[in-house]
């Protein structure tokens, strides 16, 4: 499947890749408590990466040609494309850092966590990438009334994906004995959980500031680079927790 341009082609090939996301974040699952096939499940985050990283955050567009003039808005958009993309890959380094002490210290176990729960907040989490695209799509088409629409619910799956880790998650694992002194498995899970819903809330700052300058007319078709960055970041956060939710929620055998 290609990249489109066009609003109903564009709109519809989100749909897709929605569904194959879907699709595999179900079968990880299934993978994880029925085989617990580590090879499979880091086959499975590694396509699920692949496939948010090229249809969702467009990395395809570091090699669109920009204008030569480097006072045109093309060419400033291309620059800061490229400096969205190096911060990211910078901050990327942070979570395979954490990442990298989860491997060394729990190595092929993982801590007692409630499953649905962590398959319930990624689900969550998936589905407000879904219509973060849709509305940076829509917006690309001229569409400032769907766009805030598609902001305002992927706002609100966002926050239900932070409260769910911060207020829920967090206090029923610590009720069964998980907090962050009770070992290593405690430190990791909540450094990695918590670093991440930071950059949630980060996120869903980002996104107050776009649908606030959306209705501020700010943005058009030709001219929304706020609304792509916006897009770009949230969908890395999906990015990561791609990563995280099967070596904290799936990987491995359960720690006694």
């Known amino acids: 499947m290609s990249h ?36 499979i499940l880091v ?16 990395i395809y567009k570091l090699n ?8 045109s808005y093309s060419y400033k958009t291309g620059s800061n494309r490229l400096g969205l993309w190096l911060f990211l890959l910078s901050d990327a380094f942070v979570f395979a850092g954490l990442l990298t002490v989860r491997i060394n ?33 829509l917006m690309a088409n001229g569409d400032k009334k769907g766009f805030i629409n598609n902001a305002i619910i992927t706002f609100v799956l966002g926050l239900g994906f932070l409260l769910g880790v911060v207020a829920v998650e967090w206090p029923t694992a610590a009720s069964e004995g998980l907090t ?8 990791v899970f909540y450094m990695m959980t918590g670093m991440h819903a930071f950059h949630v809330f980060t996120g869903l700052i980002f996104l107050l500031v776009v649908i606030n300058n959306a209705r501020k ?9 706020g609304i792509e960055a916006a897009a770009v970041y949230w969908h890395f956060v999906d990015l990561v927790w791609i990563i995280f939710y099967p070596a904290l929620y799936l990987i491995g055998k359960l720690l006694a």
């Open 64 to 71: 669109e040609e920009s204008d030569s003039d480097t006072h």
């Open 105 to 137: 210290l729990l190595g092929l176990t993982r801590p007692h966590l409630n499953q649905l729960l962590g398959l319930g907040v990624t689900a969550i989490l998936l589905i407000s990438s879904f219509f973060m695209n849709r509305g940076e799509t």
């Open 217 to 225: 007319d700010v943005y058009s078709a030709e001219k929304h680079w």
């Open 180 to 187: 962050p002194g009770s070992g290593a498995a405690g430190a």
């Open 4 to 39: 489109t341009q066009d609003k109903s082609s564009a709109l519809g090939q989100g749909v897709v890749i929605f569904v194959y996301l879907a699709v595999l974040t179900i079968l990880e699952y299934f993978v994880a408590v029925t085989f617990s096939a580590v090879s």
């Open 43 to 58: 086959v499975v985050a590694v396509i699920k990466l692949a496939l948010v990283m090229y249809y969702y955050m467009h």
